[in-house]
């Protein structure tokens, strides 16, 4: 299994950028789908992005498309959640999963089981 750890967080003004990393523990990290989530409060924690093992295949939900973008670095045990054009609605603790789903990536919570404590980003109007 590997362990995750969320870094990258901070407060934003609208239409500004942030880039959230999450570091991985565990040699096995590139046989690891690797997907961010987030959390706003009072709300269900919801998908915003997965990523393949090798990196070939990602997945976006359709509030963020063309304006975020995940990656990983396999050599360094790193998956990165790029995010621009942020919007106050995107203020929420963003949290870090891995998980082996029957696809290469996938938006359901149930397909991952190790999860990182997340990192706040809040986006001021």
């Known amino acids: 299994q590997v362990q995750v750890v969320e870094s990258g967080g901070g407060l934003v003004q609208s239409g500004g950028s942030l880039r959230l990393s999450c570091a991985a523990s565990?040699?096995?990290?590139?046989?690891?789908?690797m997907a961010w989530f987030r959390q706003a409060p009072g709300k269900e924690r919801d998908f915003v992005a997965a990523i393949s093992p090798s990196g070939g295949y990602t997945d976006y939900a359709d509030s963020v498309k063309g304006r975020f973008t995940i990656s990983r670095d396999n050599a360094k045990n790193t998956v990165f959640l790029q995010m621009n054009s942020l919007k106050p609605d995107d203020t929420a603790v963003y949290l870090c999963?891995?998980?082996?789903?029957?696809?290469?990536?996938?938006?359901?919570?149930?397909?991952?089981?190790?999860w990182g404590q997340g990192t706040q980003v809040i986006v001021s109007s």
């Open positions: 565990g040699r096995t990290f590139s046989s690891y789908t």
């Open positions: 999963a891995s998980g082996t789903p029957i696809f290469w990536t996938s938006t359901r919570i149930r397909d991952y089981d190790s």
